[in-house]
């Protein structure tokens, strides 16, 4: 991946906006459970980082997913997961298939209020029942006239308490699991959509997470996105954009964490040295920066098939595997080297600890993208190559 210096021009404007609007209240927002969304959308909105590789006609900035990219990495300047994450559920996971397959009508309503940080959007794909088994969700939308009415509920949804619309997937059909569902874009102030409670989460506390049910909740068809029916290959397209923006969020977090130990480390002794002076610590540091690297080139690699239009399904489970589990031994290493300080919720590495957690569960656990990876090199039970 090659950036230029207008690439690093967005870099360095993220950073000094999560410098000046974010950073000085993730402390604030991460002991209430929440932060105003609405507000720091607007901000966002206003300074273009929501649409950036969305189409201008609907006031995005139409670039290609390289910029978008280095928007993501950007964000892991923000010194907590869940800010970044309830971001990304606006831009790449909530969006993506609305801004792909959307009406014009749809994209006006939905889309560009989005881009402009005037409405906060969320994504209902998982279920209590159906969590990474997506063909399992249960939640039925059938026709009435023109309309569709919507029974079912939703759980674990980013960004759930103070949406404006959710990108819903439902059951539109009785035929093959895989070809009776649609994405269906929901108004959160209809009648019948009831919040029901907001989740309260080892990690990720900025970010409300929310149960949602639907009872006899009426929208118009024309609300669908795209093809009825194709709404399973629609959420599987959002997955590996939701996949790669995981991964690439995290990576100058990643570094971070090291860097911070690095510090604390080089400071704190035991036995008449500092500790970072053990050759076992200091060989561990370097071994988890040399894996982030190895992470960042495989993100670069999708990002960069996905920019010329194949396929990266396999690439970005892939990502999705490898950074989940990095995350969690990084963040495990780096507080043991903290000592009885990295156990303590003033330290930052912590969080750091409890936010990587869902790394290696949401959008689809390590053991799906394992399965992912297997059926694309021909090697599932039944299915090998011969």
């Given at each position: 991946?090659?950036?230029?210096?207008?690439?690093?021009?967005?870099r360095r404007n993220v950073k000094k906006f999560i410098d000046a609007q974010i950073n000085p209240h993730v402390d604030e927002w991460e002991a209430a459970g929440i932060f105003p969304a609405h507000?720091?959308?607007?901000?966002?909105?206003?300074?273009?980082?929501?649409?950036?590789?969305?189409?201008?006609?609907?006031?995005?900035?139409?670039?290609?997913?390289?910029?978008?990219?280095?928007?993501?990495?950007?964000?892991?300047?923000?010194?907590?997961?869940?800010?970044?994450?309830?971001?990304?559920?606006?831009?790449?996971?909530?969006?993506?298939?609305?801004?792909?397959?959307?009406?014009?009508?749809?994209?006006?309503?939905?889309?560009?209020?989005?881009?402009?940080?005037?409405?906060?959007?969320?994504?209902?794909?998982?279920e209590t029942g159906a969590g990474s088994d997506v063909a399992s969700v249960m939640t039925a939308a059938r026709k009435d006239g023109g309309d569709y009415v919507i029974n079912g509920g939703k759980?674990?949804?980013?960004?759930?308490?103070?949406?404006?619309?959710?990108?819903?997937?439902?059951?539109?059909?009785?035929?093959?699991?895989?070809?009776?569902?649609?994405?269906?874009?929901?108004?959160?102030?209809?009648?019948?959509?009831?919040?029901?409670?907001?989740?309260?989460?080892?990690?990720?506390?900025?970010?409300?997470?929310?149960?949602?049910?639907?009872?006899?909740?009426?929208?118009?068809?024309?609300?669908?996105?795209?093809?009825?029916?194709?709404?399973?290959?629609?959420?599987?397209?959002?997955?590996?954009?939701?996949?790669?923006?995981?991964?690439?969020?995290?990576?100058?977090?990643?570094?971070?964490?090291?860097?911070?130990?690095?510090?604390?480390?080089?400071?704190?002794?035991?036995?008449?040295?500092?500790i970072i002076d053990n050759q076992v610590v200091h060989f561990r540091l370097a071994e988890l920066k040399t894996e982030v690297e190895m992470l960042r080139a495989l993100v670069y690699r999708a990002?960069?098939?996905?920019?010329?239009?194949?396929?990266?399904?396999?690439?970005?489970?892939?990502?999705?595997?490898?950074?989940?589990?990095?995350?969690?031994?990084?963040?495990?290493?780096?507080?043991?080297?903290?000592?009885?300080?990295?156990?303590?919720?003033?330290?930052?590495?912590?969080?750091?600890?409890?936010?990587?957690?869902?790394?290696?569960?949401?959008?689809?656990?390590?053991?799906?993208?394992?399965?992912?990876?297997?059926?694309?090199?021909?090697?599932?039970?039944?299915?090998?190559?011969?």
């Amino acid at each position: 991946m090659e950036f230029t210096p207008e690439h690093e021009g967005i870099r360095r404007n993220v950073k000094k906006f999560i410098d000046a609007q974010i950073n000085p209240h993730v402390d604030e927002w991460e002991a209430a459970g929440i932060f105003p969304a609405h507000a720091l959308f607007k901000k966002m909105g206003d300074e273009g980082y929501l649409g950036i590789n969305k189409p201008a006609q609907f006031g995005g900035l139409e670039l290609d997913y390289s910029y978008q990219l280095a928007f993501i990495e950007s964000l892991g300047h923000i010194r907590c997961g869940g800010v970044p994450m309830a971001i990304g559920v606006q831009t790449d996971m909530a969006t993506p298939a609305l801004a792909r397959f959307g009406s014009d009508q749809l994209r006006k309503e939905f889309l560009e209020p989005s881009i402009k940080g005037d409405y906060v959007a969320c994504v209902g794909v998982s279920e209590t029942g159906a969590g990474s088994d997506v063909a399992s969700v249960m939640t039925a939308a059938r026709k009435d006239g023109g309309d569709y009415v919507i029974n079912g509920g939703k759980m674990w949804i980013t960004n759930g308490i103070q949406a404006d619309w959710i990108c819903l997937l439902a059951n539109t059909g009785d035929g093959p699991v895989h070809k009776n569902k649609s994405l269906i874009c929901v108004p959160m102030k209809a009648k019948g959509v009831n919040v029901a409670r907001k989740l309260d989460k080892l990690g990720m506390r900025s970010s409300d997470t929310a149960q949602i049910f639907f009872e006899d909740v009426r929208v118009p068809q024309t609300n669908r996105i795209g093809k009825e029916g194709e709404g399973f290959t629609y959420q599987m397209m959002q997955f590996q954009e939701e996949r790669l923006w995981a991964s690439a969020s995290k990576l100058v977090m990643l570094e971070r964490f090291i860097d911070d130990t690095i510090a604390y480390t080089s400071q704190r002794k035991a036995f008449g040295q500092a500790i970072i002076d053990n050759q076992v610590v200091h060989f561990r540091l370097a071994e988890l920066k040399t894996e982030v690297e190895m992470l960042r080139a495989l993100v670069y690699r999708a990002a960069e098939l996905m920019i010329r239009g194949e396929d990266v399904t396999m690439l970005a489970s892939m990502v999705k595997l490898k950074g989940g589990r990095l995350g969690r031994v990084l963040t495990d290493s780096c507080l043991q080297y903290f000592g009885g300080m990295g156990f303590m919720n003033e330290t930052p590495i912590s969080r750091a600890y409890r936010d990587m957690r869902l790394w290696s569960i949401g959008g689809g656990a390590d053991e799906v993208m394992l399965s992912i990876i297997a059926k694309h090199m021909g090697i599932l039970p039944g299915k090998r190559n011969r």
